[in-house]
């Protein structure tokens, strides 16, 4: 099946700092997206990419949808405490609602 | 709005029984999914519905059964629970049939012992 690789597994970063991760895949996605969960909580949706090369913003959240299709990023600037948490990116080939590949995700600690 | 709503949030099972976890949404999406998530593994999906009526297995089904009773619920049965199913199961939904911009419901935290 496909699989996505997302690194870093961790980030230990001071506040304030960027953040930058990303995610490959070995086979073609037509939807990349970036999803956030908190401890004892459901991932919530950050960023949706439909389009290769498409580049997203969300307030202090940016993604991209490679051109190959086959690889995203999400980038976090100046980070807040408020950014910790896991973030997984996901994504989708085909239709009928086949559901959503996830990266194993990217655990995000900032220290004060 | 309540959004998707599942429950119970935490189970515990002995080995051999079973339980049926609930999960129903208010946001009239017509597909349903459910997903396990385990330490370091992200989240795998075990079954889904891509309309009310239908069902069809994911990357992980062995060991569960699903029902899409209407269009907002969608549960999972484990007819007989195993230490390996042991994990933290999220419910999601989605507007469309291809399944992007999913909301997930809060989790059901389950062990088995």
């Known amino acids: 099946g496909q699989q996505l690789n997302q690194s870093p597994q961790s980030m230990f970063i001071q506040e304030g700092e960027d953040v930058s991760m990303n995610c490959t895949s070995s086979s073609i996605f037509n939807t990349w997206l970036w999803y956030k969960q908190d401890p004892g909580e459901g991932p919530v949706l950050l960023i949706a990419l439909y389009k290769a090369g498409e580049l997203t913003s969300n307030g202090r959240l940016t993604a991209q949808f490679g051109i190959t299709r086959k690889d995203s990023f999400l980038n976090i600037s100046a980070s807040i405490p408020s950014d910790v948490g896991i973030y997984f990116c996901a994504g989708q080939y085909g239709g009928g609602a086949d559901g959503l590949t996830f990266g194993k995700g990217t655990h995000l600690i900032i220290q004060p | 709005n309540a959004g998707v709503t599942q429950t119970p949030k935490f189970q515990v099972l002995k080995t051999g029984q079973s339980m049926t976890l609930q999960c129903a949404q208010d946001m009239n999406h017509n597909s349903m999914y459910w997903y396990r998530q385990d330490p370091g593994m992200g989240l795998r999906l075990i079954y889904y519905?891509?309309?009310?009526?239908?069902?069809d297995k994911g990357e992980v089904p062995n060991g569960y059964n699903v029902s899409r009773l209407n269009k907002r619920e969608f549960s999972l049965r484990l007819e007989s629970a195993a230490p390996s199913q042991t994990s933290v199961y999220f419910c999601?939904?989605?507007?469309?049939?291809?399944?992007?911009?999913?909301?997930f419901g809060q989790g059901t935290r389950l062990t088995v012992v």
């Open positions: 519905s891509a309309s009310e009526g239908t069902t």
């Open positions: 999601a939904s989605s507007s469309t049939a291809w399944g992007t911009e999913a909301f």
